[in-house]
């Protein structure tokens, strides 16, 4: 079994909460008085860091959102006050994807630009990847802060680092299989989307050495059927992680599958909350991830709502790390769950139902929201073909599993757009009222 930091991974969990009330300690007194943002914060819930004495005192701290960070960028452009050095301290700025608005800025010191790398470093080395391989980014290096630090962790794994930036799917495949990379880092979108172009082109996958892909960016690498989709396109392990730009990469899935993803706890403090009422939930249950990091302290986020949905499991996992994990990874977003017909609906639900229909090669859902009676309209592509057959199974298949029946439809291939990066596959229309 691999770790990057053994000695941590493996702490009595005693002595990792010891470890986490530490770092918060520290990094509380040092941002009172320097990083604006936060000071304000504090003082106005009337909170201050000699109050926080234990890990429970963290629920005396407010809750941070990003509504929060972003208003506070647009009054006080262009960097915002969570800033806890000067700005010719930052070494790196990068921003949310955007896909849900207004982009965020986040910015990143020396220290914390490293401690970036040490986090990636966890999700490489719980994927087995040492120096022995080779490590192919299939992603353009653009202000998004996506694989960056990943390239930072490889790093520090001594592994061979293959960037694949400003390259076109089939150079993508053709570089990989000439530089002989073992492992593939790219969202699962995109993996299943270069398995698609070699299909088309004839390209053998095989003569790619590849053992393991490692995906972030969408939760599609803890979806079953998508995960099984990859492994067996590609003849490769597939790992899944999660993080966000705003507050770096927490978590990650070892070598023990099915088993979650681990939060790297020595890095970070997790919460999960019930999403609309606020209170803590239980181990096993249902909420939404409340995060706080403790390495990143030029622009920190405590108690961050971070709108993904998880499950704790606090089981030791047998690969030895004692970590907390996430059972199924992130299940979703808070934010995405639509009701259709009555019945709550979450977009991976719905991908995993569709991605065990192997002749589906993309698909795309719209759900109309009206006055008389919402609607899942659902348009796939198939691999080869005219099938109203196979229309008329996956129809049925989801209504067995949603206990309601989708408009499902065929459109012809390359019909439907293709995502390198994130995949925006669930959209929800609103009927327009006249006033």
């Known amino acids: 079994m691999s770790y990057f930091n053994e000695a941590t991974e493996t702490l009595p969990r005693e002595q990792l909460a010891e470890l986490q009330l530490h770092k918060l300690q520290l990094m509380m007194n040092h941002l009172w008085g320097r990083n604006r943002f936060y000071t304000a914060k504090w003082q106005a819930a009337g909170v201050a860091p000699s109050d926080i004495r234990c890990l429970a005192d963290l629920a005396k701290l407010p809750l941070t959102r990003k509504g929060e960070l972003l208003q506070d960028q647009a009054l006080h452009a262009p960097f915002g006050s969570n800033l806890t050095y000067a700005p010719d301290a930052y070494v790196r700025m990068h921003q949310t994807s955007g896909t849900t608005g207004v982009p965020l800025k986040v910015f990143d010191t020396v220290a914390s630009w490293d401690w970036w790398a040490n986090c990636w470093g966890h999700v490489l080395a719980g994927a087995g990847v040492t120096p022995a391989d080779r490590l192919f980014m299939a992603f353009g290096f ?64 095989r003569s790619i050495p590849l053992k393991t892909t490692v995906h972030a960016g969408e939760p599609g690498a803890s979806v079953p059927s998508t995960k099984q989709r990859i492994e067996s396109s590609w003849l490769a392990k597939c790992f899944d992680h999660a993080g966000a730009s705003e507050v770096g990469a927490h978590s990650f899935e070892c070598q023990v ?179």
């Open 142 to 205: 653009g202000p998004f802060i996506g694989f960056w630090a990943a390239v930072e962790g490889a790093r520090k794994l001594g592994t061979l680092m293959i960037p694949g930036g400003g390259r076109d799917t089939q150079q993508r495949l053709e570089m990989m299989r000439d530089a002989g990379a073992t492992v593939l880092c790219c969202t699962p979108s995109y993996a299943l989307r270069m398995a698609e172009v070699a299909t088309e082109i004839g390209f053998d996958l």
């Open 257 to 435: 599958q099915p088993g979650g993803t681990h939060l790297i706890e020595s890095e970070y403090i997790a919460e999960v909350i019930d999403p609309l009422t606020g209170a803590a939930v239980l181990p096993g249950e249902r909420g939404e991830l409340v995060i706080t990091n403790l390495g990143r302290w030029g622009f920190p986020v405590l108690r961050y709502c971070t709108g993904d949905l998880v499950r704790v499991n606090l089981q030791r996992c047998d690969c030895g790390r004692t970590s907390l994990r996430f059972d199924g990874g992130v299940l979703g977003r808070a934010d995405d769950m639509v009701t259709v017909r009555g019945v709550n609906v979450f977009p991976g639900g719905v991908e995993n139902i569709i991605r065990t229909f192997a002749e589906v090669s993309e698909f795309r859902v719209t759900v109309n929201k009206t006055r008389q009676m919402d609607e899942m309209d659902i348009e796939v592509e198939l691999s080869a073909g005219l099938d109203p057959s196979l229309i008329q199974a996956i129809a049925l298949k989801l209504d067995s599993m949603l206990a309601f029946r989708p408009r499902v439809r065929q459109v012809a291939h390359n019909t439907l757009p293709r995502f390198e990066m994130k995949a925006k596959r669930f959209h929800v229309q609103l009927e327009s009222v006249a006033p």
